[in-house]
């Protein structure tokens, strides 16, 4: 069996696109942040084209952190052609979407199957 490469996401794939499944029920400290950021970048690797879902089922809390980084690899994703949906947001981290506009900025989906769809 495989050494699982990655400790704050779960990533498989379906069909085309790899689905990243947050771990963590809370995003708050800096270490997290760190890991997340590094563990995201390493998925995307400079890989054109792909499809790329952010699965947040298992996240209660984050950091206001986490957004800037969540802008960090749409930025990456669009330079690199590639796809970014969201799916499974708790309503109140919606709710800080929706605030800071950012809900408008990423393809935001009620859960998985919606947002693979949408691909």
């Known amino acids: 069996m495989a050494i699982e490469p990655y400790r704050r996401i779960d990533v498989s794939k379906q069909g085309t696109t790899e689905i990243a499944k947050f771990k ?17 970048l390493r998925l995307i690797n400079d890989r054109q084209g792909l499809d790329l879902l952010l699965h947040f089922g298992n996240v209660e809390f984050m950091s206001s952190a986490v957004l800037g980084l969540l802008g960090q690899i749409h930025r990456k994703m669009g330079t690199l052609k590639g796809k970014l949906k969201m ?4 309503p109140q981290i919606y709710e800080v979407f929706k605030l800071t506009n950012l809900n408008k900025l990423f393809a935001i989906h009620k859960d998985e199957a919606e947002a693979l769809s949408k691909f």
């Open 24 to 40: 963590d029920k809370k995003i708050l400290d800096e270490t997290a942040l760190d890991e997340l950021r590094v563990e995201l």
């Open 87 to 90: 799916c499974n947001i708790h």
